[in-house]
């Protein structure tokens, strides 16, 4: 059992940037990588929308934050959380694959994932014509046609954004009708570039290094097309990483933790950060934010409890 003083979990903006703070703290803080080491965003080829950066490559933007944290000391476990205990207060017991912790605070930045369609050629061309943020890669379809598969607000909201960039955006939905606001279909609808293809799914995304074609089926006829286009974006739904926290922070509806203004979970001395508690914004510059507040949060727990 390694004893510590704050532990972060996630390696993606928020954790990175909650190391950062924590360090200059003097807190030494331990972050535990995850998986995927940097995030979401680390699956961006080009960031254009950081602050103090004209371009970036995703993963390079990671690692300057990580090399930046582990100037002010902080320290990184290549590992996975698989197992908390936040039911006896501080300290709280955590384990991985490879080793068991007690950390006096704990800052949970473990972040949210697309879903994924799961069809072959989606994983191939992330980065290539495959995305799931318009924000972060909508400019790079300048003049080009794309799909965007969903039905719901994010589809429509990303929809509407990308018709500032592509030449024709087609919103392909496996259903007949659009779960979506009211006033996002409206806005949708009257939309010159937007075009809707119904009851269709997509079955196959193909290309020569970059996308150029999706195989789709429509699902009451059985029929299918290959469809060209340069760009898929997807938006079917983001689900929180907060699994092995079921049962001991309080949730919403959508499983994302709730915070308190502090970042403050349900259990004093556990914070979370991004995208793990943050359902609206999902950008990474916001995420930084709650990684910086977060941290503060902890420090100030911390030192009215004597630990310094």
């Known amino acids: 059992m390694t004893e510590e003083t704050l532990i972060i979990l996630g390696s993606g903006p928020a954790g990175l940037t909650a190391a950062l703070y924590a360090a200059r703290a003097n807190l030494n803080p331990l972050l535990i990588t995850g998986n995927e080491f940097g995030g979401q965003i680390a699956i961006t080829n080009d960031v254009e929308n950081y602050p103090g950066f004209d371009s970036i490559l995703g993963?390079?933007?990671?690692?300057?934050?990580?090399?930046?944290?582990?100037?002010?000391?902080?320290?990184?476990?290549?590992?996975?959380?698989?197992?908390?205990?936040?039911?006896k207060g501080s300290p709280f017991t955590l384990k991985?694959?490879?080793?068991?912790?007690?950390?006096?605070?704990?800052?949970?930045?473990?972040?949210?994932?697309?879903?994924?369609l799961g069809v072959p050629g989606e994983e191939e061309y992330i980065g290539?014509?495959?995305?799931?943020c318009a924000t972060c890669d909508g400019f790079f379809f300048r003049d080009k046609e794309v799909i965007v598969v969903g039905g719901g607000d994010s589809a429509l909201q990303e929809g509407l954004f990308l018709t500032k960039y592509a030449s024709r955006v087609r919103i392909v939905h496996r259903r007949d009708k659009l779960r979506a606001e009211e006033l996002l279909k409206a806005r949708a609808k009257a939309n010159e570039k937007i075009s809707f293809v119904w009851d269709t799914a997509l079955e196959e995304i193909k290309g020569n290094g970059v996308v150029q074609e999706v195989v789709?089926?429509?699902?009451?006829?059985?029929?299918?097309?290959?469809?060209?286009?340069?760009?898929?974006?997807?938006?079917?739904?983001?689900?929180?990483?907060t699994q092995i926290f079921e049962g001991q922070l309080v949730m919403d509806?959508?499983?994302?933790?709730?915070?308190?203004?502090?970042?403050?979970?349900?259990?004093?001395?556990?914070?979370?950060?991004?995208?793990?508690?943050d359902p609206i914004f999902k950008q990474a510059v916001s995420s930084a934010g709650h990684g910086c507040e977060a941290a503060i949060a902890a420090e100030?727990?911390?030192?009215?409890?004597?630990?310094?």
Do not use: C
Not at 98 to 116: D, F, L, N, P, Q
Not at 300 to 308: D, H, K, P, S, T
């Open 59 to 87: 993963p390079d933007l990671t690692e300057k934050m990580k090399v930046q944290a582990e100037k002010f000391g902080a320290r990184f476990a290549y590992d996975l959380v698989t197992e908390v205990d936040f039911t």
């Open 96 to 116: 991985t694959y490879s080793a068991e912790y007690r950390a006096k605070a704990v800052i949970i930045a473990t972040g949210a994932s697309a879903k994924r």
């Open 128 to 132: 290539h014509g495959v995305s799931y």
């Open 216 to 241: 789709a089926k429509n699902l009451k006829t059985g029929q299918t097309e290959i469809m060209k286009v340069d760009g898929v974006f997807v938006f079917i739904g983001h689900f929180p990483n």
């Open 253 to 277: 509806e959508q499983k994302f933790l709730v915070t308190d203004k502090y970042r403050q979970t349900s259990v004093p001395g556990v914070f979370a950060a991004g995208e793990v508690q």
């Open 300 to 308: 100030r727990w911390l030192a009215e409890r004597g630990v310094e």
